[in-house]
């Protein structure tokens, strides 16, 4: 119990370390526990705007999901440069090189800051023809467009959080990612109800109140952050050195993000399509299948946790020399994140009618967030193999295999079985959610199939 003890005092006080020898299980833990509580605490921005959201109206919850589902967009960016950031700093860790990790580290912080620019001006520019566009209403528009203003205008801060955690992480501290979350995540739960319901001397900005408690949220997260880089006292150190343009290195970096953000793309643009076909059924089915979106992805973010536990050790292993012991700790996570899923799904098919009235009194909204509840927790399990591989294809660099299975699995089978039997059948949100359910678990089995075939040992980054 004392080794136990110290393991998990270890993973959450946390520290810089390579992951290339010792215990596997130990450094699954030490990575794992850290990055799950990260996960879970970016999911709480989720589910915590969701609540008080759906205490304002119906439309401001649909007006949210509407949103939400091509702001994915963003995070789909910032996933992809977080895929390359980590694999870049991980590999660079592993040959016993932090100058060429923190060159990294700067190089993919300009290209997020030049990226972030051109979505803002477009997400303000053009937020009511994006709510229009996914299937909202002229009431919807004229009262909560704020919102999405809001969430474009301040994308930079969701692409640094992201960015800054995955070099935290790559370097095998992710201990760093989950404090910031939390510091972030306990000023927007402090923030987001007096923004939205104008307590004491805070205005009352409605739904729109929302997106600016999370973004001050996540932007002191960003604050925090920097001044870590920058104080020098990590593996990673940010120099003046360093605060050159090195094209090279952005070239390589752009190579690995390019597809791995086309990657979620690719998976991100699937759901604006399907929001778009749940649309038809009624803002009751678009609220309820938000509240379950929001729920699932709670729990879904700590899956993912353990999923970029396998990037970084599979970055590190790569990068010693050791391409065996990276595959060992792909499979072993893996088991580990389908077990937790595989919990988490009994408890959502069981308790989904009690779950969901926490959120929203509307009978019929209830019965949308039940109905999808139930059908996404059946592919739980294949869920957590599929993240994990994917997460450790994205570690190895290779990150146009998960591109080509995404865009496959999504668009060539998800959105078109969606339509069918959403609208064709008659099925309406049960048909969208089976697509969902069918497409995710192929995927699984596909990325499983490749994996051991062993290609993504010998990807050089």
């Given at each position: 119990?004392?080794?136990?003890?110290?393991?998990?005092?270890?993973?959450?006080?946390?520290?810089e370390q390579e992951f290339t020898s010792g215990s596997i299980r130990r450094a699954i833990v030490l990575l794992s526990i850290p990055m799950v509580l990260e996960m879970m605490m970016e999911g709480l921005f989720a589910l915590v705007d969701i609540y008080f959201v759906s205490q304002v109206s119906t439309d401001a919850t649909a007006t949210v999901g509407m949103t939400e589902s091509v702001i994915t967009l963003i995070y789909s960016l910032a996933i992809g440069l977080s895929a390359a950031a980590?694999?870049?700093v991980a590999r660079r860790i592993g040959e016993h090189d932090p100058e060429g990790a923190a060159k990294a580290a700067v190089q993919a912080?300009?290209?997020a800051v030049v990226i972030s620019v051109?979505?803002?001006?477009?997400?303000?520019?053009?937020?009511?023809?994006?709510?229009?566009?996914m299937g909202g209403n002229e009431r919807q528009i004229a009262e909560c467009a704020g919102y999405t203003k809001?969430?474009?205008?301040s994308n930079l801060v969701i692409l640094l959080i992201f960015l800054l955690n995955a070099v935290f992480r790559g370097a095998g501290n992710a201990s760093v990612a989950m404090w910031v979350l939390v510091v972030s995540n306990g000023i927007n739960m402090v923030l987001d109800p007096m923004f939205i319901f104008g307590?004491?001397?805070f205005p009352e900005l409605g739904v729109t109140g929302a997106a600016v408690a999370t973004s001050i949220g996540r932007g002191t997260g960003v604050c925090i952050q920097l001044y870590l880089l920058l104080r020098g006292t990590n593996i990673i150190k940010i120099a003046r050195r360093h605060l050159a343009f090195h094209l090279q290195t952005i070239l390589s970096m752009l190579r690995v993000a390019s597809t791995g953000t086309l990657q979620y793309i690719i998976a991100s643009s699937s759901w604006i399509f399907l929001m778009a076909i749940i649309a038809r059924s009624g803002n009751e089915a678009v609220a309820g299948y938000t509240i379950a979106i929001r729920i699932i992805v709670f729990t879904i973010m700590p899956a993912w946790g353990m999923a970029n536990a396998a990037a970084t050790l599979v970055g590190q292993n790569l990068g010693a020399g050791k391409p065996e012991r990276a595959e060992a700790s792909v499979w072993l996570t893996a088991r580990y994140d389908m077990l937790f899923m595989l919990a988490v799904s009994i408890v959502y098919f069981f308790a989904a009618q009690p779950i969901a009235e926490a959120f929203d009194p509307d009978p019929l909204v209830i019965e949308s967030a039940v109905l999808a509840l139930r059908i996404f927790s059946l592919g739980y399990v294949f869920f957590a193999y599929g993240m994990v591989i994917s997460s450790a294809f994205n570690g190895a660099g290779d990150t146009m295999t998960p591109t080509i299975i995404n865009f496959f699995c999504f668009w060539m089978l998800e959105i078109p079985m969606g339509w069918y039997m959403a609208i064709h059948l008659g099925w309406g949100l049960a048909g969208v959610c089976w697509a969902v359910f069918i497409a995710e678990t192929i995927m699984a089995i596909v990325l499983i199939v490749l994996f051991k075939k062993?290609?993504?040992k010998k990807v050089k980054i």
């Open positions: 119990m004392s080794k136990i003890s110290r393991t998990l005092r270890e993973a959450i006080s946390g520290s980590t694999a870049t912080i300009i290209i051109f979505i803002s001006v477009f997400g303000v520019m053009f937020a009511e023809e994006i709510l229009r566009f809001v969430a474009f205008g307590i004491g001397p062993g290609k993504w």
